[in-house]
């Protein structure tokens, strides 16, 4: 009997398909076909709402990654419609994979509610925007996925009990995270997923894990922690121009990722008996006897 629960992984697009549809679309049909992943998520912000004025005009820090002049004309750029959001999970749908998405702000929770997803998702950025957050308590009948980078221990403490008094708390998977693009791995700290299982493993769904460091050895090792929900950042070519990609899995790494994490699965049982069968014929060949 296999004493974990089956690794479930999250190939997170967000913005890597450059403000592209199409792009998008083929970010999904190679998840879903090549990776093998069983869920993709997209990110959707109102930036209007979500920035102020003088952000919405600056600059962006990064201009080398900049799809336009100002902060808010590049957010603008990647961002896409709530009708574009229904063409991808109708797609998705075809494809046999699930759609998701973070939200940032009240009215991006409002719109992709309206697409019912199977879960939303909450950035570790929001997850004090409790407004956002009581409104999907009580409107949204989906699980409601939170990553808890940037967030204090007793924030995160608070956020079970806020869905815990909402009666949410068995539809939440709070994720271990650290926010950095690429996270060395002496900054990953995943015994805080041995922490957050002995706390939360009986309060909440599932426990998660949302990496941004580099490779895929510590996904496995956070699966074996207890996290059986992995969510990596995605994309078809990590050269491309944004602050993501460095961080990202290419098709190649997502399908190891999955891959690894099925092999692990399947290994992390107990021996049925003392002598499996697939031992019997070794003992039989290889046994020390005396005689």
Request: aromatic content about 10%.
């Amino acid at each position: 009997m296999n004493l974990y629960k089956e690794p479930y992984v999250i190939a997170e697009i967000g913005c890597n398909h450059k403000g592209d549809i199409n792009i998008a679309k083929e970010l999904i049909k190679v998840a879903k076909i090549f990776c093998k992943v069983d869920a993709v998520k997209f990110q959707k912000r109102n930036n209007k709402e979500l920035l102020t004025e003088s952000q919405y005009n600056a600059p962006h820090p990064n201009p080398v990654n900049a799809y336009g002049d100002t902060y808010g004309e590049h957010r603008e750029f990647l961002e896409f419609t709530v009708e574009q959001h229904q063409e991808l999970k109708e797609f998705c749908e075809e494809m046999e994979i699930t759609y998701s998405t973070s939200v940032w702000d009240l009215t991006s929770a409002k719109e992709i509610e309206s697409l019912q997803p199977k879960f939303i998702k909450i950035p570790s950025a929001c997850n004090n925007h409790f407004e956002m957050l009581a409104w999907l308590c009580e409107n949204y009948v989906g699980e409601i996925h939170i990553s808890t980078g940037m967030t204090t221990k007793d924030e995160i403490g608070v956020l079970v009990d806020f869905f815990t008094d909402k009666g949410r708390n068995k539809d939440l998977v709070i994720y271990n995270c650290t926010s950095g693009y690429p996270v060395p791995f002496e900054d990953v700290c995943l015994l805080e997923i041995t922490r957050m299982k002995q706390l939360y493993e009986d309060r909440v769904k599932h426990i998660g894990f949302s990496g941004h460091h580099l490779g895929i050895a510590v996904d496995v090792a956070a699966f074996t922690l207890g996290a059986n929900v992995v969510e990596r950042h995605y994309t078809l070519d990590r050269t491309w121009k944004g602050t993501d990609h460095a961080a990202s899995l290419e098709p190649s790494g997502m399908r190891k990722l999955k891959r690894d994490l099925s092999a692990v699965y399947k290994s992390l049982t107990l021996k049925e008996k003392d002598i499996l069968d697939i031992e019997e014929v070794q003992r039989e060949k290889l046994k020390f006897r005396k005689d």
